[in-house]
């Protein structure tokens, strides 16, 4: 037996994500105890696994060294919270989105576990020293936000509590690197972390353009998925602007160059923004019904739209990897 397999990971709250992260721990090689409060749920939780592991053995996708029966087997579902702790090095708590859900788990969390058990969140917007505000030790608290689907989208945003000590970010990012995730770490904590700053930015834009009658909601969908998306799946935005500029540049090559020749550009555009939108009344209802003569929004229209992506993601992690 590896030494992972002697270690355990809980889950608490084995709902999308919960499942989502017992996956990719089992396929690390840990022990996951996945913990839900309603009744008869976290068993419903593994049963799903099981299923979708043996799914993706056939489609041999399934990631880690082992099978998803041997995966499976380190998995145990639990409806006893201090059952679901026992043991745990590691506990990543992915409840409701509600501040105070997350408060009075991890309140009630810490008083189960030894001290040098980190405590990581899921919470796609909560600030770090808003969910942990009731536990004692805070310097072992850090969010690890998470992409759905975490399976074939790896990043995995660590941004700590004022109080959290390094060795916690840097436990935390060895963890996640270990079971295959791309952890990117953020220095303090901020609203939207990075990941969502960066993407409302571009909605935003997106907004504006469809809704001053520039483009259509169709069209700077393409400007991402056949322009902008097909670059940046492999290289950043700061990446681009380093490979960007011309191989002989007088002001020396890369980043350098690409700012002297275009930042004067780029501020012109950036300073034509407008407003943040409001994204309601009469704009939401016109871009929506756009939106919904391209996909409706039935249940049918929207899952199968739902399937492809998942499809094609799986295959663009094949393909990164
Ligand atoms: N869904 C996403 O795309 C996504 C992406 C990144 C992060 N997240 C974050 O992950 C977390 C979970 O999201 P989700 O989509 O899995 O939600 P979900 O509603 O699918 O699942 C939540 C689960 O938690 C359980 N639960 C609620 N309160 C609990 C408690 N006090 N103790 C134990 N279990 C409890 C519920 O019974 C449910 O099974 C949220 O914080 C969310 O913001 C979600
Ligand atoms: C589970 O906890 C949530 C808060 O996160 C609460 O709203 C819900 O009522 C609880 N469910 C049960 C069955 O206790
Ligand atoms: C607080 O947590 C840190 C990090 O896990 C741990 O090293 C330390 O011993 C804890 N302190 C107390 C007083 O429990």
Known sequence: MSLSEERIISVIGSGLIGRSWAM?????GYRVKIYDNQSGQALK???EVRKQLDELQQAHMLRGDSSAAEQ?????SHDDLAQALEGAFFVQECVFEELEAKRS?????????????????STSCLLPSHIFSRVQNKTRCIVSHPVNPPYYVRLVELVPHPETVPVVMESTHALMTRVGQSPARLRKEVDGFALNRVQYAVIAESWRLVKEGIISVQDIDLVMTEGLGMRYAFIGPMETMHLNAPEEAPAGKGLGDY?????????KVLSSFGPVPEFSGEEAKAITQEMCELIPNDQQHLSTRRERRDQLLMGLSKLKK
């Open 24 to 28: 990719v721990f089992l396929s690390g």
């Open 45 to 47: 939780a593994a049963q």
């Open 72 to 76: 499976f087997s380190l998995l145990s």
């Open 105 to 121: 788990v991890f309140q009630e969390v810490e008083s189960h576990v030894g001290e040098s058990v980190i405590l990581s969140s």
């Open 259 to 267: 700012l002297q020749r275009y930042k004067d550009g780029m501020r």
